[in-house]
């Protein structure tokens, strides 16, 4: 039977990636608006006077090692700044049908790493469950249609523009199993009001070069306030109560399994473009749905142990 922290940790994974692909979904007006390195700034910056006071030492943690320190960097480094420049620019050169078919592979990719950084074994609860989201994603990315996709086929350096865009999402997909595989490691000594705190503040100053450079051209006055109101929700969300509620997750979950949870992030984007934009889900996505939610059941039912 599940243990109350076990079904507390199971929530805090669920929301947190329903937030993700909530505030993804809600987030296209933004990049309309702000460049992507603008937008970002002020991202970790609202972020950053959210958590301020989270950044305090706990009486009962440690002081940081060296070695968490690093952590704490290629956290923020890969989790935050690199995953997001990948999938801003990606999306912005692919489709997605394509982005969401590749996204799929996300729950693979952290099963993988986990086993190779943390040693965890997975069993056939999980490993099916990791196989059912990424079939259920990738269904249901194929069945979606962009009626506005670019005809414009060249890229940079010669190169095919829909196949870099595809390359830069699945940098993405590495970062943020990264993220996941990292965050195991941190959530070992460190609380998650801290974690979510430290790690947004170096994805604040990684960005603020590129955010002034930005900033310095941009005229503000031009922006509705109906935008503004939009991009602080996006900051809370992406850096304030997603990060947290992983981080708790995190705590009580193994990473390989906790990859699963990914599955929520287009589940909740395609509800809120039902919702919301207008779009609607044809029969062949509600399979795809149902493929990915039985793996998530599949991984969250506890492992029979012989004795």
């Not at 390195?37 to 972020?47: D, E, K, S, V």
């Not at 009001?193 to 430290?198: G, H, L, P, Y």
């Not at 503004?228 to 981080?247: C, G």
């Amino acid at each position: 039977m599940t243990s109350p922290n076990r079904g507390w940790a199971y929530a805090s994974l669920a929301l947190s990636m329903s937030l993700v692909g909530s505030y993804v979904a809600l987030s296209k007006p933004l990049v309309l608006v702000f460049p992507v390195f603008l937008l970002a700034w002020l991202r970790f910056g609202i972020g950053g006077v959210a958590m301020w006071n989270w950044l305090r030492k706990p009486a009962h943690e440690p002081s940081l090692s060296r070695r968490t320190r690093v952590l704490l960097f290629l956290e923020s480094f890969l989790g935050n700044f690199l995953f997001s420049v990948c999938m801003l620019f990606g999306v912005s050169m692919t489709t997605a049908v394509a982005a969401g078919v590749v996204m799929s592979s996300i729950p693979a990719v952290v099963a993988a790493l986990s086993w190779v950084f943390l040693r965890e074994r997975l069993g056939w609860r999980s490993a099916a469950g990791i196989a059912c989201a990424a079939i259920g994603i990738g269904l249901f990315s194929l069945q979606k249609v962009d009626a506005g996709a670019a005809v414009d086929r060249a890229g940079p350096f010669g190169m095919d523009k829909a196949l870099l865009g595809n390359l830069l999402v699945f940098a993405a997909v590495v970062c943020e199993a990264s993220y996941v595989v990292i965050g195991k490691l941190l959530t070992e000594g460190l609380g998650p009001k801290r974690i979510s705190a430290i790690i947004n503040l170096w994805g604040f100053a990684l960005v603020t070069p590129l955010g002034l450079w930005a900033a310095w051209s941009f005229d503000f006055s031009t922006v509705a306030l109906p935008v503004w109101a939009l991009l602080v929700f996006y900051a809370l969300a992406a850096s304030v109560w997603t990060v947290w509620l992983w981080m708790t997750g995190l705590k009580a979950v193994p990473a390989s399994q906790a990859g699963v949870f990914t599955v929520m992030l287009p589940i909740s984007a395609a509800a809120i473009g039902v919702l919301f934009m207008g779009e609607r889900l044809t029969g062949m996505q509600g399979v795809a749905f149902g493929i990915a939610l039985l793996g998530l059941v599949l991984a969250t039912l506890p492992e029979r142990t012989s004795g």
